[in-house]
């Protein structure tokens, strides 16, 4: 649609760039304050200029926890996104199970974050849990408090199980705005089923799958409650991802300096690959259009 | 003729396993989603003793105790009160800014339009970690922690740009024709957009409701850090519970299960409109 | 605003990039802007350049920081090259 050009449209924005401004621009400000001081609590500070940035840069931690949140964050796309796209191929196109589907499959994103946690701390347990009693009962060695293995394992499948009907729902909207004509044009040149997916399917569900992406890399980068109430970061720090370990230094420690400084440079991360992601997007949508 | 008729029998050949192979998928990949979900209520509906020492797959001792505990004890039921007041709040505030803003996105080209819609974003994907706490220092200072506003203040950050997002996809889908029709009648904006305007896009404020309450609904760490008593939410009173010498499996459980149910409704209402609310994949 | 910690030194940089925003808003409009493509093939305008370089000036000073040690200034010179790179090509 072509829009017209009108300043005066900054009116009806205004109420949402004032609520914004408030709960982000101010926040932030706050974050960069004190990421170049030093405090010792009553709200006192002292001026201690990039100290934060460099001990940041240099620490072992942080650079850890990034290492361990861009492998977490890629095993999650690798395995969610392809799952996501093989349910929507495989569900109902309509009618009473299409409804019945997508009801139960919206329900895992309805559950409160740490009511995940919870559902698979209890599921995984060796003495209560329907997963861990299993494992043990045929002898494979699990669990998820000791062993860094399961850990990780046991917080990857609780993602998947979290967040692929996103990716199937999104996907599925994507496959259902492929009109038929497209199908009986396939079949009469007798095209398989992998041409048709490849040919047709993908390439309509391009947009709506990157926004999945997008979505699915953005909520796993900064991904906190879930591991947080299973593994507890632990064993160790095997599982402590970004944003566990900034609330730890935060909220825990109470190292505001430190704390600001990793939260500038996080934020920095997210803005850039945001910028990316939408950047593709929108020439996307142009190369369409 | 009969090469078609040939053809055909032959794809329904192919067909009536295909539909079986789909059927099977589905059915695991619901199994999968389901089993630990009600392994959840069947632990809300057995006594301490039964989880554990026995493990069984179902309650043999089914009682509802567990549920008694929650719905009669004001410390936790009120915590669900205390998420649903939020939520709600959150919900109707950002509809309330949202609605104006996606209109002026959805209609007109104004100064700085596409960089504003890209900061907005960013608020979406913004880490609730980088936000905790100077949101903590934030309403602390200002005399609102431990409120409901706070926790739905907090939950603007998220929901809004959400919301617009959302709402911007559905008013594209309204023709532009019929603001200008409404004009040319001698409406004013205001009776325009809420006369006719909004009942044309009902069903996209329904889809954006719901997501303002899935997503005020499920988060924790800002609702967590930003009360401690009087606004606490049911989430957090969980994880209090948990702390506590010898866990209490039973009404963990069930305060599980009911955080669930409110979704689980949410969910039931608006399923005609999910899949449309998704097939714009504003989310 | 006392929770709020301000030094002289954010506040001047808050400072500098509103004073920033407002130039390019009144530049913007005694200067409609014209997308262009440039050398990474995206469509951009004024302000998108701006962004990218701002974007990357905060990357190239962390990344001096890290690699180097503390000696701005000569990070903030790399940056107004970038800069005048970014205006010029991107």
């Known amino acids: 649609m072509d829009k017209t050009v009108n300043q005066k449209a900054w009116f009806l924005v205004l109420p949402v760039l004032l609520l914004v401004a408030f709960s982000a621009v101010v926040p932030l400000m706050t974050v960069v304050n004190y990421s170049v001081q030093d405090t010792f609590g009553n709200n006192e500070f002292f001026w201690a200029g990039l100290e934060w940035f460099e001990e940041m840069l240099a620490s072992e931690r942080m650079w850890?926890?990034?290492?361990?949140q861009l492998l977490f964050s890629a095993i999650i796309l690798a395995i969610?996104?392809?799952?996501?796209?093989?349910?929507?191929?495989?569900?109902?196109?309509?009618g009473f199970w299409a409804s019945?589907?997508?009801?139960?499959?919206?329900?895992?994103?309805?559950?409160?974050?740490?009511?995940?946690?919870?559902?698979?701390?209890?599921?995984?347990?060796?003495?209560?849990?329907?997963?861990?009693?299993?494992?043990?009962?045929?002898?494979?060695?699990?669990?998820?408090?000791?062993?860094?293995?399961?850990?990780?394992?046991?917080?990857?499948?609780?993602?998947v199980w979290h967040w692929t009907s996103l990716v199937a729902l999104l996907a599925y909207a994507g496959l259902k705005s492929i009109p038929d004509a497209y199908y009986q044009a396939a079949k009469i040149d007798q095209a398989s089923r992998w041409k048709v997916f490849r040919f047709i399917e993908l390439p309509k569900m391009m947009g709506v799958l990157m926004i999945a992406i997008l979505l699915r890399f953005m909520d796993s980068f900064m991904i906190y409650t879930e591991p947080f109430v299973v593994t507890g970061g632990g064993p160790g720090n095997s599982t402590t991802l970004l944003s566990i370990d900034l609330v730890k230094m935060a909220l825990g420690q109470f190292d505001l300096g430190p704390a600001a400084a990793f939260s500038i440079m996080y934020f920095l991360v997210i803005l850039l690959i945001c910028w990316v992601f939408y950047t593709v997007m929108t020439n996307l949508d142009k190369r369409e259009g | 003729m009969a090469d078609t008729t040939a053809n055909k029998s032959a794809s329904r050949g192919i067909a009536l396993p295909r539909v079986n192979s789909r059927a099977v998928v589905m059915t695991l990949y619901l199994l999968f989603l389901l089993l630990p979900i009600y392994w959840l209520l069947n632990m809300s509906l057995k006594t301490n003793t039964e989880i554990l020492n026995d493990f069984t797959l179902w309650p043999r001792d089914l009682t509802f105790a567990n549920y008694a505990t929650i719905l009669t004890d004001p410390a936790w039921y009120m915590g669900y009160v205390n998420s649903l007041i939020y939520v709600v709040m959150n919900t109707v505030i950002s509809l309330t800014v949202a609605?104006?803003?996606?209109?002026?996105?959805?209609?007109?080209?104004?100064?700085?339009?596409?960089?504003?819609?890209?900061?907005?974003?960013?608020?979406?994907?913004?880490?609730?970690?980088?936000?905790?706490?100077?949101?903590?220092?934030?309403?602390?200072?200002?005399?609102?922690?431990d409120t409901h506003i706070a926790v739905a203040l907090a939950h603007c950050l998220f929901n809004v740009p959400l919301a617009v997002w959302i709402l911007e996809g559905f008013m594209r889908g309204v023709p532009k024709e019929i603001d200008e029709t409404a004009y040319i009648d001698?409406?004013?904006?205001?009776?325009?957009?809420?006369?006719?305007?909004?009942?044309?896009?009902?069903?996209?404020?329904?889809?954006?409701?719901?997501?303002c309450f899935m997503f005020s609904w499920v988060e924790l760490l800002l609702s967590r850090t930003l009360t401690t008593v009087d606004a606490k939410p049911i989430a957090a009173i969980m994880t209090r519970t948990q702390g506590a010498a010898g866990i209490d499996w039973g009404v963990l459980a069930a305060a599980?299960?009911?955080?669930?149910?409110?979704?689980?409704?949410?969910?039931?209402?608006?399923?005609?409109?999910?899949?449309?609310?998704?097939?714009?994949?504003?989310? | 605003m006392d929770w709020m910690a301000w030094t002289w030194p954010t506040a001047a940089f808050f400072g500098i990039i509103a004073c920033t925003l407002i130039v390019f808003t009144i530049l913007a409009i005694k200067f409609p802007e014209t997308p262009r493509i440039g050398i990474l093939r995206i469509e951009t305008t004024r302000g998108d350049r701006l962004f990218i370089t701002l974007l990357g000036s905060a990357f190239i000073n962390l990344a001096w920081l890290g690699l180097v040690g503390a000696n701005q200034p000569y990070a903030l010179i790399l940056c107004l090259i970038y800069a005048a790179a970014v205006f010029r090509w991107v």
């Not at chain 1, 850890?64 to 361990?68: E, F, H, I, K, V």
């Not at chain 1, 209890?122 to 293995?149: H, K």
Request: aromatic share 18%; glycine share 10%.
């Open chain 1, 64 to 68: 850890d926890a990034l290492g361990r």
């Open chain 1, 80 to 94: 969610e996104v392809p799952l996501g796209v093989f349910v929507a191929l495989n569900m109902p196109k309509s």
């Open chain 1, 100 to 159: 019945f589907c997508l009801v139960l499959m919206s329900l895992p994103l309805l559950i409160p974050w740490n009511v995940v946690g919870t559902i698979w701390q209890i599921f995984g347990r060796v003495d209560i849990g329907l997963l861990g009693y299993v494992l043990d009962a045929l002898g494979i060695p699990y669990n998820y408090t000791q062993d860094s293995l399961a850990a990780w394992i046991t917080i990857i499948v609780m993602d």
């Open chain 2, 99 to 145: 609605l104006p803003a996606a209109y002026a996105f959805s209609r007109y080209h104004f100064m700085g339009d596409k960089h504003l819609f890209f900061w907005l974003l960013t608020n979406r994907m913004a880490p609730a970690a980088v936000f905790a706490l100077p949101f903590f220092q934030l309403y602390s200072s200002i005399g609102l922690f």
């Open chain 2, 186 to 211: 001698g409406y004013s904006f205001g009776r325009f957009f809420v006369k006719i305007f909004m009942p044309l896009i009902a069903s996209g404020i329904g889809v954006a409701a719901f997501f």
């Open chain 2, 256 to 283: 599980g299960v009911l955080t669930i149910v409110p979704g689980a409704l949410v969910i039931y209402f608006v399923r005609n409109y999910i899949a449309k609310g998704f097939a714009l994949g504003r989310v």
